[in-house]
């Protein structure tokens, strides 16, 4: 990214010279994003976050069209159920389709729920809290059977499992750079080619007329180092991840006989998250492993995605109070594991006296 | 920046130390951009460009409000003119208040049009064609004895003239990190304290609700440098701006005395844009003179501001083709003006005949 920043400030499509160079680079970064999300560099539209992706897809897709009906699921991110219900105030209808104790959205209930007038269906590839990772082929194939348009915010699935857009049959699909070693400020959206999408923000007509503004080539640039990295080594990786979370599990149910791992785990589950219910309180296993750094409904801050996935799942507020969730990353050990575990058992065990 | 890739890569308001030293750093930002601007740090709100503080401000005066009435200058960028036609749609009437031959908005012809509907007023400080400052206190004082809100895009301006929010008396201003040497993907809005905005976008509460999506700390921290650089040397670098201004116009006019400089100078003006009517085609001054990076007609990419802001000052197309636009920079140094003003007059030159 460096040398964006500086001397290489040109836009692209500037009359100079370094200013073609830049454009060639941007174009480089988008071919690599496209190769990441398994799809054709023009159907790959850049923008500064997931949560815009996001916004961009639902939005767009509504815009022009006379107030329906939308299902998502009730796992989303914040920014797709919000940003679905900010339609409401213009007349449309948004539902919730409702996940087993998994997480998992069964295809049959999003079929049952598809109306008419149903506009828009958006189920995420991947959950950041459980792992749970949907059957969006299956969901796809029901939406496109009724000639509905399916998003997928695939933002937590990058960097962890193999994607690719074709193959599961989405419309639209968010990407968030900064979720696979990619920078702040970087993000994507996959529009299927042909697909319509209106603008719901105005300027210079950039990215398709979808994103205007100066283009971030700094930020896209480095999303696409990081979409190259990722595409070269995403099967060891998801290898490594397996590895890896069978040992952390292994660890766990070893020695807290009363620990439950929760989500989706193997085909149906992100590698990299483990989503564990304790026989303790997990803000008191966080006040003495300090060494761990995770995720629980306590340390969530608000508007608690951790909370809200977890009583979709049905887990009891007793039981939510007891779940914490710890991420493995790229550099991630078999000894910091091990560590990882030793420091939660003994916590845990302090926590029980 | 760096270290904000690396290893302080928490977002603030995380369960970590280094989270509360990363919401430190931003909150520094924030007073930085907030000293620049002449505001309070709660009255700054962040973006991601001066484009989508343009949409933000824009979009979140009327989204709640029943269809009234706009105004917007003649010479507004884009993101701006775009921005307010898109809500015709949603039965807005969006009226231009035109210019005079310098570019200047007459606060009077704003007073004329104000009507009982009108919800929101949109004038930029200065004009990134022709220069022009716009007389944004007299034209926020007639717009609050109606009692209208006035949005001011001052991207353009910062860097290149002292700004003070409160003295021009707007209600919400945009500002773009990369127009004063910040980073690519920074921006903000100003919204002045106590006053209401929708947000337009959706998704975990940040930014007091208006701005969604992970904070882009590195480019926001970038900017807050940036903003603390431009506020120490603002003084320094208008008076250089100024006699280079100078010295650069003397130069065109001692040999080239069939040229007119248009836009505002002196108070009314940019001290760092020129921009020149020549007596011969642009096209044909950029062809020889290659050294030059200018803006013109023909060189601006769509949607062609130049020749829009030309036309709104009442250039005729053929005035409009002999025009060129050149900004002077924190480097640029009496020498390269000198060059500069050599190489044009010899273009000139040869372009004639």
Redesign the interface.
Known sequence: ?QP??GHH?YLP????PLSRAIGESLEQARESVAFLVGCDAFEVVFT?????A??LAI?GATQNESPGHILVSSVE???VI??A??LVGRGWQVEQVPCDSLGQIDPESVAERLRGDTTLVCVQLANPVMGTVQAIRQIADVCHKRGVRLHCDATQAFGKIAVDAVTLGVDTMSISG?KFYG???SGALYLRGGLELS???????REMSLR????????WVGMGVAAHLVSRCIDEVEMTFQELHERFVNGIYSSLGDAVVLGGRGVLGLPNTICVELPVLASKV?EIAREL?VRSAE?D???C?VTRVLAAAGRSPEQIARTMQISLGWTTSREQVDRAVEFLVAACDSARF
């Open positions: 990214m964006y920043w400030f499509n500037q009359q100079h500064g976050s997931g949560t815009e996001n916004n939005l991110h914040e920014s919000l940003t219900e900010s900064h920078p702040r400020g603008p719901v923000s105005y300027g210079e007509s205007p503004g100066a283009e971030n080539v700094p930020a966080q750094v340390a801050r608000p508007p995605e």
